[in-house]
Protein backbone atom coordinates (compact mmCIF):
# COMPACT_ATOMS: atom_id res chain seq x y z
CA UNK A 1 0.00 0.00 0.00
CA UNK A 2 1.88 2.78 -1.24
CA UNK A 3 1.99 6.85 -0.50
CA UNK A 4 0.37 6.89 -4.04
CA UNK A 5 -2.02 4.34 -4.15
CA UNK A 6 -3.60 5.96 -1.07
CA UNK A 7 -3.87 9.36 -2.31
CA UNK A 8 -5.51 7.51 -5.18
CA UNK A 9 -7.79 6.19 -3.04
CA UNK A 10 -8.56 9.45 -1.92
CA UNK A 11 -8.90 10.99 -5.53
CA UNK A 12 -12.08 8.06 -6.03
CA UNK A 13 -13.44 9.11 -2.41
CA UNK A 14 -13.50 12.44 -3.65
CA UNK A 15 -15.52 11.72 -7.31
CA UNK A 16 -17.88 9.65 -5.38
CA UNK A 17 -18.70 12.23 -2.71
CA UNK A 18 -19.07 14.98 -5.18
CA UNK A 19 -21.24 12.65 -7.21
CA UNK A 20 -23.18 11.37 -4.30
CA UNK A 21 -23.79 15.16 -3.12
CA UNK A 22 -25.01 16.70 -6.49
CA UNK A 23 -27.42 13.88 -6.73
CA UNK A 24 -28.56 14.30 -3.18
CA UNK A 25 -28.74 18.26 -3.78
CA UNK A 26 -30.86 18.05 -7.12
CA UNK A 27 -29.58 20.84 -8.73
CA UNK A 28 -26.16 22.32 -7.72
CA UNK A 29 -22.84 21.04 -9.39
CA UNK A 30 -19.66 21.11 -8.82
CA UNK A 31 -16.97 24.01 -9.87
CA UNK A 32 -13.78 22.77 -9.88
CA UNK A 33 -10.10 24.35 -9.13
CA UNK A 34 -7.10 22.52 -9.81
CA UNK A 35 -4.23 24.12 -8.17
CA UNK A 36 -0.51 23.63 -7.86
CA UNK A 37 2.15 23.82 -4.66
CA UNK A 38 4.94 25.91 -5.13
CA UNK A 39 6.80 23.54 -2.75
CA UNK A 40 5.74 20.14 -4.38
CA UNK A 41 2.07 18.42 -5.28
CA UNK A 42 -1.45 20.26 -5.78
CA UNK A 43 -4.89 19.50 -5.14
CA UNK A 44 -8.42 19.66 -6.35
CA UNK A 45 -10.80 22.10 -5.26
CA UNK A 46 -14.92 21.20 -5.57
CA UNK A 47 -17.57 24.02 -4.78
CA UNK A 48 -21.00 22.99 -4.75
CA UNK A 49 -23.92 26.22 -4.47
CA UNK A 50 -27.08 24.54 -4.97
CA UNK A 51 -30.57 24.33 -3.73
CA UNK A 52 -30.44 22.07 -0.47
CA UNK A 53 -26.00 22.74 0.13
CA UNK A 54 -25.72 26.68 0.55
CA UNK A 55 -22.20 26.14 0.25
CA UNK A 56 -19.98 22.99 0.45
CA UNK A 57 -16.59 22.44 -0.18
CA UNK A 58 -15.14 18.76 -1.03
CA UNK A 59 -11.21 19.06 -1.32
CA UNK A 60 -8.39 16.78 -2.38
CA UNK A 61 -4.81 17.51 -1.87
CA UNK A 62 -1.70 16.05 -2.22
CA UNK A 63 1.55 17.82 -1.20
CA UNK A 64 5.08 16.63 -0.61
CA UNK A 65 7.92 18.54 0.11
CA UNK A 66 10.70 20.10 2.97
CA UNK A 67 8.98 20.03 6.03
CA UNK A 68 9.35 23.20 7.28
CA UNK A 69 11.07 23.34 10.50
CA UNK A 70 8.34 24.79 12.58
CA UNK A 71 6.34 21.73 11.67
CA UNK A 72 8.56 19.26 11.95
CA UNK A 73 9.54 20.79 15.98
CA UNK A 74 5.52 20.90 16.31
CA UNK A 75 5.03 17.01 15.01
CA UNK A 76 8.25 16.12 17.44
CA UNK A 77 9.87 14.48 14.31
CA UNK A 78 13.66 15.30 12.57
CA UNK A 79 12.32 14.12 9.11
CA UNK A 80 13.14 16.11 6.37
CA UNK A 81 10.82 15.28 3.54
CA UNK A 82 7.14 14.93 3.67
CA UNK A 83 3.95 13.67 1.59
CA UNK A 84 0.63 14.24 2.93
CA UNK A 85 -2.43 13.50 1.31
CA UNK A 86 -6.44 14.06 2.05
CA UNK A 87 -10.07 14.59 1.49
CA UNK A 88 -11.17 17.37 3.24
CA UNK A 89 -15.20 18.34 3.35
CA UNK A 90 -17.11 21.03 5.06
CA UNK A 91 -21.27 21.40 3.92
CA UNK A 92 -23.17 24.19 4.98
CA UNK A 93 -27.15 23.64 3.61
CA UNK A 94 -29.68 26.39 3.35
CA UNK A 95 -31.53 25.27 6.23
CA UNK A 96 -31.14 25.90 9.50
CA UNK A 97 -33.20 22.53 10.32
CA UNK A 98 -30.26 20.72 8.33
CA UNK A 99 -27.24 20.10 9.92
CA UNK A 100 -23.46 21.49 9.22
CA UNK A 101 -21.54 18.63 8.58
CA UNK A 102 -17.78 18.22 8.43
CA UNK A 103 -15.34 14.97 7.55
CA UNK A 104 -11.71 14.81 7.31
CA UNK A 105 -9.77 11.87 6.33
CA UNK A 106 -5.73 11.90 5.48
CA UNK A 107 -2.45 10.62 5.62
CA UNK A 108 0.48 11.73 6.57
CA UNK A 109 4.49 9.95 5.74
CA UNK A 110 7.92 10.98 5.91
CA UNK A 111 11.07 10.39 4.11
CA UNK A 112 12.31 7.97 6.60
CA UNK A 113 9.23 5.73 6.47
CA UNK A 114 7.11 7.32 9.31
CA UNK A 115 3.62 7.44 8.79
CA UNK A 116 -0.34 8.04 10.05
CA UNK A 117 -3.52 8.75 8.78
CA UNK A 118 -5.97 10.73 10.87
CA UNK A 119 -9.53 12.62 10.19
CA UNK A 120 -12.90 12.70 12.04
CA UNK A 121 -16.18 13.14 11.16
CA UNK A 122 -18.34 15.52 13.20
CA UNK A 123 -21.72 17.23 13.00
CA UNK A 124 -22.89 20.46 13.72
CA UNK A 125 -26.98 20.96 14.09
CA UNK A 126 -27.71 24.97 14.34
CA UNK A 127 -30.60 22.32 16.49
CA UNK A 128 -29.98 19.84 18.74
CA UNK A 129 -32.25 16.44 17.89
CA UNK A 130 -31.25 13.66 19.92
CA UNK A 131 -32.90 10.93 17.90
CA UNK A 132 -30.79 12.62 14.81
CA UNK A 133 -27.55 12.72 16.94
CA UNK A 134 -27.65 9.31 18.73
CA UNK A 135 -28.28 8.38 14.99
CA UNK A 136 -25.26 9.92 13.78
CA UNK A 137 -23.19 8.65 16.78
CA UNK A 138 -24.84 5.14 16.29
CA UNK A 139 -23.50 4.73 12.49
CA UNK A 140 -20.03 5.82 13.45
CA UNK A 141 -20.08 3.29 16.19
CA UNK A 142 -20.68 1.04 13.66
CA UNK A 143 -18.54 1.67 11.44
CA UNK A 144 -15.39 2.09 13.91
CA UNK A 145 -16.97 -1.19 15.98
CA UNK A 146 -16.39 -2.84 12.71
CA UNK A 147 -12.28 -2.43 13.32
CA UNK A 148 -11.64 -2.03 16.86
CA UNK A 149 -13.48 -1.93 19.82
CA UNK A 150 -11.67 0.44 21.22
CA UNK A 151 -11.93 2.98 18.13
CA UNK A 152 -15.12 4.56 19.28
CA UNK A 153 -15.06 5.54 23.20
CA UNK A 154 -11.65 6.75 22.41
CA UNK A 155 -11.71 8.65 18.87
CA UNK A 156 -15.80 10.13 20.48
CA UNK A 157 -13.88 11.76 23.61
CA UNK A 158 -11.06 12.46 21.19
CA UNK A 159 -13.65 14.81 19.08
CA UNK A 160 -15.56 16.24 22.30
CA UNK A 161 -12.29 17.78 23.05
CA UNK A 162 -11.19 18.55 19.56
CA UNK A 163 -14.63 20.18 18.73
CA UNK A 164 -14.38 22.67 21.96
CA UNK A 165 -15.02 26.55 21.58
CA UNK A 166 -12.95 27.52 24.36
CA UNK A 167 -13.86 30.89 25.19
CA UNK A 168 -17.07 30.20 24.46
CA UNK A 169 -17.65 27.21 26.57
CA UNK A 170 -19.39 25.37 24.25
CA UNK A 171 -18.95 22.50 21.83
CA UNK A 172 -18.86 23.32 18.07
CA UNK A 173 -21.92 21.01 17.54
CA UNK A 174 -22.61 17.14 18.98
CA UNK A 175 -19.11 16.04 18.16
CA UNK A 176 -18.94 12.60 16.68
CA UNK A 177 -15.53 11.07 15.57
CA UNK A 178 -11.74 12.43 15.44
CA UNK A 179 -8.01 10.70 15.25
CA UNK A 180 -4.65 11.53 14.50
CA UNK A 181 -1.21 9.72 14.33
CA UNK A 182 -2.71 6.36 13.94
CA UNK A 183 -0.03 4.31 12.44
CA UNK A 184 1.60 0.84 13.74
CA UNK A 185 1.26 1.21 17.51
CA UNK A 186 -0.11 -1.98 19.13
CA UNK A 187 -0.06 -4.17 16.52
CA UNK A 188 -1.98 -2.71 13.47
CA UNK A 189 -0.42 -2.53 10.04
CA UNK A 190 -0.68 -0.08 7.48
CA UNK A 191 -3.56 -2.19 5.60
CA UNK A 192 -5.54 -2.34 8.88
CA UNK A 193 -5.34 1.64 9.48
CA UNK A 194 -6.51 2.13 5.85
CA UNK A 195 -9.29 0.12 5.98
CA UNK A 196 -10.81 2.00 8.98
CA UNK A 197 -10.11 5.55 7.37
CA UNK A 198 -11.77 3.93 4.05
CA UNK A 199 -14.92 2.73 6.15
CA UNK A 200 -14.92 6.54 7.33
CA UNK A 201 -14.55 7.62 4.11
CA UNK A 202 -17.34 5.56 2.59
CA UNK A 203 -20.06 6.09 5.27
CA UNK A 204 -19.86 10.23 4.82
CA UNK A 205 -22.23 10.08 2.55
CA UNK A 206 -25.07 7.82 3.63
CA UNK A 207 -24.53 9.55 7.09
CA UNK A 208 -25.49 12.70 6.38
CA UNK A 209 -28.33 11.62 3.43
CA UNK A 210 -29.89 10.34 6.63
CA UNK A 211 -30.17 13.62 8.24
CA UNK A 212 -30.91 15.27 5.50
CA UNK A 213 -33.68 12.82 4.77
CA UNK A 214 -35.03 13.70 8.42
CA UNK A 215 -34.73 17.65 8.45
CA UNK A 216 -34.89 18.80 4.85
CA UNK A 217 -38.84 18.97 4.44
CA UNK A 218 -39.29 20.81 7.69
CA UNK A 219 -40.73 24.68 7.47
CA UNK A 220 -38.34 27.41 9.21
CA UNK A 221 -39.34 30.84 10.18
CA UNK A 222 -36.95 34.38 9.74
CA UNK A 223 -36.23 33.55 13.42
CA UNK A 224 -34.61 30.46 12.87
CA UNK A 225 -32.72 31.55 10.08
CA UNK A 226 -31.17 34.06 12.34
CA UNK A 227 -30.14 31.82 14.56
CA UNK A 228 -28.34 29.87 11.99
CA UNK A 229 -26.18 32.90 11.05
CA UNK A 230 -25.52 33.48 14.61
CA UNK A 231 -24.42 29.43 15.14
CA UNK A 232 -22.49 29.49 11.95
CA UNK A 233 -20.61 32.80 13.27
CA UNK A 234 -19.29 30.41 16.28
CA UNK A 235 -18.13 27.73 13.24
CA UNK A 236 -15.95 30.43 12.06
CA UNK A 237 -14.47 31.50 15.55
CA UNK A 238 -13.74 27.73 16.12
CA UNK A 239 -12.23 27.45 12.67
CA UNK A 240 -10.14 30.38 13.24
CA UNK A 241 -8.73 30.46 16.58
CA UNK A 242 -8.72 26.82 17.56
CA UNK A 243 -8.99 24.62 14.37
CA UNK A 244 -5.45 22.79 14.10
CA UNK A 245 -5.99 22.10 10.29
CA UNK A 246 -6.70 25.56 9.43
CA UNK A 247 -4.32 27.45 11.45
CA UNK A 248 -1.52 24.83 9.60
CA UNK A 249 -2.36 25.96 6.19
CA UNK A 250 -2.52 29.64 6.77
CA UNK A 251 0.67 29.29 8.63
CA UNK A 252 2.43 27.10 5.82
CA UNK A 253 1.27 29.44 2.87
CA UNK A 254 -1.47 26.51 1.77
CA UNK A 255 -4.07 27.77 -0.64
CA UNK A 256 -6.26 30.66 0.85
CA UNK A 257 -9.18 29.84 -0.69
CA UNK A 258 -9.02 26.16 -0.19
CA UNK A 259 -8.22 26.32 3.07
CA UNK A 260 -11.38 28.79 4.00
CA UNK A 261 -13.90 26.88 2.00
CA UNK A 262 -15.38 26.16 5.40
CA UNK A 263 -16.39 29.52 6.31
CA UNK A 264 -20.28 30.17 5.89
CA UNK A 265 -21.66 32.04 3.17
CA UNK A 266 -23.30 34.80 5.86
CA UNK A 267 -22.81 34.88 9.53
CA UNK A 268 -23.79 36.84 11.95
CA UNK A 269 -22.82 38.56 15.48
CA UNK A 270 -24.78 39.75 17.87
CA UNK A 271 -23.61 40.62 21.42
CA UNK A 272 -24.19 38.88 24.46
CA UNK A 273 -26.61 36.72 22.86
CA UNK A 274 -28.57 34.87 25.40
CA UNK A 275 -31.64 32.61 24.38
CA UNK A 276 -34.68 32.69 26.70
CA UNK A 277 -35.31 29.45 28.93
CA UNK A 278 -37.73 27.39 27.39
CA UNK A 279 -37.04 27.77 23.82
CA UNK A 280 -35.58 25.40 20.96
CA UNK A 281 -32.45 27.48 20.55
CA UNK A 282 -31.39 27.34 24.81
CA UNK A 283 -32.09 23.56 24.70
CA UNK A 284 -30.05 23.11 22.07
CA UNK A 285 -26.91 24.63 23.91
CA UNK A 286 -27.82 23.10 26.42
CA UNK A 287 -26.33 20.25 24.40
CA UNK A 288 -23.16 21.78 23.39
CA UNK A 289 -21.38 20.15 26.19
CA UNK A 290 -18.43 17.37 26.02
CA UNK A 291 -18.93 14.04 27.44
CA UNK A 292 -22.82 13.15 26.47
CA UNK A 293 -23.30 9.83 25.39
CA UNK A 294 -25.43 9.75 22.64
CA UNK A 295 -25.47 5.98 21.70
CA UNK B 1 1.57 60.32 37.29
CA UNK B 2 0.21 57.00 39.43
CA UNK B 3 -1.26 53.67 36.85
CA UNK B 4 -4.55 55.33 39.04
CA UNK B 5 -4.50 58.45 37.45
CA UNK B 6 -3.85 56.78 34.21
CA UNK B 7 -6.40 54.43 34.51
CA UNK B 8 -8.99 56.88 35.68
CA UNK B 9 -8.07 59.23 32.60
CA UNK B 10 -9.02 56.44 30.12
CA UNK B 11 -12.15 56.32 31.92
CA UNK B 12 -12.67 59.42 31.09
CA UNK B 13 -12.18 59.40 27.75
CA UNK B 14 -14.18 56.65 27.02
CA UNK B 15 -17.22 58.69 28.40
CA UNK B 16 -16.23 61.67 26.24
CA UNK B 17 -15.73 59.28 23.41
CA UNK B 18 -19.56 57.47 23.83
CA UNK B 19 -20.62 61.69 24.32
CA UNK B 20 -19.36 62.30 21.11
CA UNK B 21 -20.47 59.25 19.37
CA UNK B 22 -23.98 59.40 20.45
CA UNK B 23 -24.41 62.83 19.16
CA UNK B 24 -22.54 61.94 15.92
CA UNK B 25 -25.06 58.79 15.58
CA UNK B 26 -28.18 61.03 16.38
CA UNK B 27 -29.97 58.12 17.43
CA UNK B 28 -28.07 55.33 18.72
CA UNK B 29 -27.27 55.22 22.73
CA UNK B 30 -24.65 53.02 24.63
CA UNK B 31 -25.83 49.96 26.54
CA UNK B 32 -22.92 49.55 29.31
CA UNK B 33 -22.10 46.04 30.86
CA UNK B 34 -20.00 46.58 33.53
CA UNK B 35 -17.84 43.03 34.66
CA UNK B 36 -15.15 42.05 37.08
CA UNK B 37 -12.31 40.08 36.09
CA UNK B 38 -12.40 37.11 38.78
CA UNK B 39 -8.64 37.74 39.04
CA UNK B 40 -8.28 41.43 39.37
CA UNK B 41 -9.95 44.19 38.44
CA UNK B 42 -12.81 44.68 35.42
CA UNK B 43 -14.07 46.75 33.19
CA UNK B 44 -17.00 48.29 31.41
CA UNK B 45 -18.28 47.14 28.03
CA UNK B 46 -20.02 49.68 26.00
CA UNK B 47 -22.26 49.27 22.65
CA UNK B 48 -24.20 51.34 20.22
CA UNK B 49 -26.40 50.08 17.53
CA UNK B 50 -27.52 53.01 15.72
CA UNK B 51 -28.48 55.10 12.98
CA UNK B 52 -24.92 55.48 11.35
CA UNK B 53 -22.79 53.16 13.70
CA UNK B 54 -24.32 49.20 12.93
CA UNK B 55 -22.68 48.15 16.19
CA UNK B 56 -19.99 49.54 17.05
CA UNK B 57 -18.24 48.82 20.63
CA UNK B 58 -16.34 50.84 23.08
CA UNK B 59 -14.63 49.01 26.08
CA UNK B 60 -12.63 50.40 28.82
CA UNK B 61 -10.75 48.36 31.62
CA UNK B 62 -8.58 47.82 34.19
CA UNK B 63 -7.29 44.61 35.00
CA UNK B 64 -4.36 43.44 37.78
CA UNK B 65 -3.18 40.59 39.67
CA UNK B 66 -0.80 37.66 38.90
CA UNK B 67 1.04 37.54 35.55
CA UNK B 68 0.11 34.36 33.77
CA UNK B 69 3.52 32.49 32.48
CA UNK B 70 3.05 32.47 29.40
CA UNK B 71 2.30 36.04 29.26
CA UNK B 72 5.22 36.76 31.45
CA UNK B 73 7.60 34.60 28.76
CA UNK B 74 5.66 36.29 25.33
CA UNK B 75 6.54 39.26 26.81
CA UNK B 76 10.44 38.44 28.30
CA UNK B 77 10.22 39.73 31.91
CA UNK B 78 9.95 38.23 35.04
CA UNK B 79 7.18 40.11 36.88
CA UNK B 80 4.72 38.20 38.98
CA UNK B 81 2.34 40.59 39.37
CA UNK B 82 1.08 42.88 36.85
CA UNK B 83 -1.72 45.79 36.31
CA UNK B 84 -3.41 46.45 32.72
CA UNK B 85 -5.58 49.52 32.06
CA UNK B 86 -6.84 50.42 28.65
CA UNK B 87 -9.43 51.98 26.18
CA UNK B 88 -10.67 49.66 22.61
CA UNK B 89 -12.92 50.57 19.89
CA UNK B 90 -14.22 49.14 16.93
CA UNK B 91 -17.37 51.01 14.86
CA UNK B 92 -18.51 49.32 11.94
CA UNK B 93 -21.00 51.53 10.40
CA UNK B 94 -23.87 50.57 8.20
CA UNK B 95 -23.25 52.27 5.01
CA UNK B 96 -19.89 50.88 2.75
CA UNK B 97 -18.97 54.34 1.68
CA UNK B 98 -18.35 54.79 5.71
CA UNK B 99 -14.79 53.21 6.87
CA UNK B 100 -14.67 50.85 9.79
CA UNK B 101 -12.02 52.23 12.45
CA UNK B 102 -10.12 50.85 15.15
CA UNK B 103 -8.53 52.43 18.25
CA UNK B 104 -6.62 51.17 21.07
CA UNK B 105 -4.75 53.17 23.91
CA UNK B 106 -3.09 51.53 27.21
CA UNK B 107 -1.06 51.08 30.01
CA UNK B 108 0.60 48.33 31.70
CA UNK B 109 2.65 48.11 34.46
CA UNK B 110 4.53 45.21 36.75
CA UNK B 111 5.45 45.09 40.33
CA UNK B 112 8.44 45.62 39.97
CA UNK B 113 7.96 49.38 38.56
CA UNK B 114 8.52 48.58 34.60
CA UNK B 115 5.51 49.95 32.25
CA UNK B 116 4.93 51.06 28.63
CA UNK B 117 2.06 52.26 26.78
CA UNK B 118 0.81 50.89 23.63
CA UNK B 119 -2.27 51.38 21.02
CA UNK B 120 -3.00 52.91 17.79
CA UNK B 121 -5.42 53.70 15.12
CA UNK B 122 -6.27 52.17 11.89
CA UNK B 123 -8.89 52.81 9.05
CA UNK B 124 -10.80 50.20 6.84
CA UNK B 125 -12.27 51.92 4.40
CA UNK B 126 -14.52 49.48 2.47
CA UNK B 127 -13.50 51.54 -0.72
CA UNK B 128 -10.21 52.96 -0.47
CA UNK B 129 -10.46 56.86 -1.49
CA UNK B 130 -7.14 58.66 -1.58
CA UNK B 131 -7.93 62.28 -0.57
CA UNK B 132 -9.73 60.55 2.73
CA UNK B 133 -6.83 58.39 3.51
CA UNK B 134 -4.56 61.31 2.95
CA UNK B 135 -6.50 63.28 5.44
CA UNK B 136 -6.45 60.60 7.82
CA UNK B 137 -3.04 59.98 7.92
CA UNK B 138 -2.17 63.79 7.77
CA UNK B 139 -4.47 63.78 10.97
CA UNK B 140 -2.39 61.47 12.64
CA UNK B 141 0.67 62.80 11.37
CA UNK B 142 0.27 66.10 13.23
CA UNK B 143 -0.73 64.64 16.27
CA UNK B 144 2.43 62.46 16.43
CA UNK B 145 4.65 65.56 15.39
CA UNK B 146 3.51 67.53 18.52
CA UNK B 147 5.37 64.84 20.29
CA UNK B 148 8.47 63.30 18.48
CA UNK B 149 9.31 63.61 14.77
CA UNK B 150 10.40 60.04 15.12
CA UNK B 151 6.81 59.06 15.93
CA UNK B 152 4.58 58.74 12.83
CA UNK B 153 7.03 57.24 10.04
CA UNK B 154 7.96 55.17 12.75
CA UNK B 155 4.26 53.80 14.07
CA UNK B 156 2.98 54.15 10.77
CA UNK B 157 5.18 51.38 9.37
CA UNK B 158 4.55 49.43 12.67
CA UNK B 159 0.66 49.89 11.59
CA UNK B 160 1.67 48.63 7.82
CA UNK B 161 3.41 45.35 9.66
CA UNK B 162 0.70 44.86 12.24
CA UNK B 163 -2.61 45.09 10.26
CA UNK B 164 -1.03 42.85 7.73
CA UNK B 165 -3.66 39.58 6.72
CA UNK B 166 -0.66 37.86 5.52
CA UNK B 167 -2.95 34.89 4.25
CA UNK B 168 -4.62 37.54 1.69
CA UNK B 169 -1.31 38.94 0.85
CA UNK B 170 -3.26 42.64 1.39
CA UNK B 171 -3.46 45.06 4.54
CA UNK B 172 -6.68 45.08 6.73
CA UNK B 173 -7.18 48.63 5.56
CA UNK B 174 -5.01 51.71 5.14
CA UNK B 175 -3.36 51.05 7.68
CA UNK B 176 -2.54 54.18 10.47
CA UNK B 177 -0.68 54.26 13.35
CA UNK B 178 0.30 51.20 16.20
CA UNK B 179 2.97 51.58 18.51
CA UNK B 180 3.60 49.25 21.67
CA UNK B 181 6.36 49.35 24.78
CA UNK B 182 6.65 52.91 24.66
CA UNK B 183 8.66 53.35 27.84
CA UNK B 184 11.57 55.10 29.43
CA UNK B 185 13.84 54.25 26.18
CA UNK B 186 15.50 57.40 24.92
CA UNK B 187 15.27 60.00 27.42
CA UNK B 188 11.05 60.07 27.18
CA UNK B 189 9.27 60.06 30.52
CA UNK B 190 6.11 58.78 31.62
CA UNK B 191 4.44 62.56 31.45
CA UNK B 192 5.80 62.27 27.99
CA UNK B 193 4.60 58.70 26.61
CA UNK B 194 1.10 60.20 28.37
CA UNK B 195 1.05 63.00 26.83
CA UNK B 196 1.16 61.51 23.81
CA UNK B 197 -1.52 58.51 24.25
CA UNK B 198 -4.03 61.29 25.68
CA UNK B 199 -3.32 63.42 22.44
CA UNK B 200 -4.31 59.44 19.93
CA UNK B 201 -6.97 59.21 22.46
CA UNK B 202 -8.48 63.01 21.92
CA UNK B 203 -7.42 62.73 18.14
CA UNK B 204 -10.18 59.69 17.29
CA UNK B 205 -13.46 61.61 17.62
CA UNK B 206 -12.15 64.66 15.47
CA UNK B 207 -10.63 62.34 12.61
CA UNK B 208 -13.38 60.21 12.67
CA UNK B 209 -16.43 62.88 12.74
CA UNK B 210 -14.38 64.20 9.29
CA UNK B 211 -14.33 60.63 7.84
CA UNK B 212 -18.20 60.57 8.34
CA UNK B 213 -19.16 64.14 6.90
CA UNK B 214 -17.26 63.76 4.32
CA UNK B 215 -18.72 59.69 3.11
CA UNK B 216 -21.87 59.54 5.47
CA UNK B 217 -24.42 60.91 2.60
CA UNK B 218 -23.05 59.03 -0.47
CA UNK B 219 -26.15 56.74 -1.81
CA UNK B 220 -24.69 53.37 -2.48
CA UNK B 221 -26.06 49.92 -4.07
CA UNK B 222 -27.09 46.08 -3.03
CA UNK B 223 -23.95 45.18 -4.84
CA UNK B 224 -22.04 47.37 -2.28
CA UNK B 225 -23.35 46.63 0.28
CA UNK B 226 -22.60 42.93 -0.62
CA UNK B 227 -18.66 44.28 -1.42
CA UNK B 228 -18.46 45.66 2.20
CA UNK B 229 -19.57 41.94 3.81
CA UNK B 230 -16.82 40.35 2.00
CA UNK B 231 -14.77 43.14 3.58
CA UNK B 232 -16.03 42.59 7.18
CA UNK B 233 -15.42 38.92 6.64
CA UNK B 234 -11.52 39.65 6.34
CA UNK B 235 -11.63 42.02 9.45
CA UNK B 236 -13.07 38.33 10.98
CA UNK B 237 -10.11 36.42 9.41
CA UNK B 238 -7.58 39.29 11.16
CA UNK B 239 -9.06 39.56 14.44
CA UNK B 240 -9.40 36.08 14.99
CA UNK B 241 -6.39 34.51 12.98
CA UNK B 242 -3.81 37.34 13.51
CA UNK B 243 -4.59 40.34 16.35
CA UNK B 244 -2.43 39.61 19.20
CA UNK B 245 -4.93 41.84 21.01
CA UNK B 246 -7.90 38.99 20.48
CA UNK B 247 -5.94 35.79 21.04
CA UNK B 248 -4.03 37.13 24.47
CA UNK B 249 -7.51 37.94 25.77
CA UNK B 250 -8.93 34.46 24.12
CA UNK B 251 -5.69 32.55 25.91
CA UNK B 252 -6.21 34.21 29.07
CA UNK B 253 -10.30 33.41 29.74
CA UNK B 254 -10.93 37.65 28.96
CA UNK B 255 -14.49 38.10 28.77
CA UNK B 256 -15.52 36.82 25.54
CA UNK B 257 -18.32 39.56 24.47
CA UNK B 258 -16.14 42.15 25.42
CA UNK B 259 -13.03 40.95 23.46
CA UNK B 260 -15.45 40.00 20.27
CA UNK B 261 -17.31 43.24 20.64
CA UNK B 262 -15.18 44.06 16.99
CA UNK B 263 -16.79 41.26 15.03
CA UNK B 264 -19.69 42.46 12.62
CA UNK B 265 -22.70 42.31 12.92
CA UNK B 266 -23.14 40.36 9.12
CA UNK B 267 -20.33 39.04 7.83
CA UNK B 268 -20.12 36.85 4.15
CA UNK B 269 -17.59 34.80 2.36
CA UNK B 270 -17.44 34.18 -1.61
CA UNK B 271 -15.40 31.57 -2.90
CA UNK B 272 -12.41 33.03 -4.36
CA UNK B 273 -14.32 36.69 -5.13
CA UNK B 274 -12.09 38.53 -7.65
CA UNK B 275 -13.50 41.93 -8.79
CA UNK B 276 -12.81 42.86 -12.19
CA UNK B 277 -10.35 45.60 -13.45
CA UNK B 278 -11.94 48.84 -13.51
CA UNK B 279 -13.91 48.33 -11.29
CA UNK B 280 -13.78 50.55 -7.39
CA UNK B 281 -13.59 47.18 -5.60
CA UNK B 282 -10.20 46.05 -7.89
CA UNK B 283 -9.59 49.62 -6.94
CA UNK B 284 -9.37 49.30 -3.17
CA UNK B 285 -7.64 46.06 -3.52
CA UNK B 286 -5.23 47.53 -5.09
CA UNK B 287 -4.87 50.44 -2.20
CA UNK B 288 -4.56 47.13 0.47
CA UNK B 289 -0.67 47.01 0.38
CA UNK B 290 1.88 48.46 2.68
CA UNK B 291 4.25 51.23 2.36
CA UNK B 292 2.08 53.14 0.36
CA UNK B 293 3.03 56.91 1.61
CA UNK B 294 -0.44 58.85 1.93
CA UNK B 295 0.80 61.86 3.42
Known amino acids: MTKENIALWFQELQDNICHELETLDGKGKFQEDKWERP????????????????????NFSAVHGDLPDNIAAALKISDKQFFATGVSIVLHPHSPMVPIIHMNVRFFETSSGLWWFGGGIDLTPHYVNPEDATRFHQKLKDSCDAHHVDYYPKFKTWADDYFYVRHRKETRGIGGIFFDRLGEQDGFTRASRFDFVKEIG??????????????????????EKKWQYIRRGRYVEFNLVWDRGTKFGLDTDGRTESILMSMPPTANWVYNHQPEEGTAERTTLDYLKKGIDWV
Open 39 to 58: GGGGGRTRLIQGDLIERGGV
Open 202 to 223: NTFVPIYKEQVARNTDKPFTEA
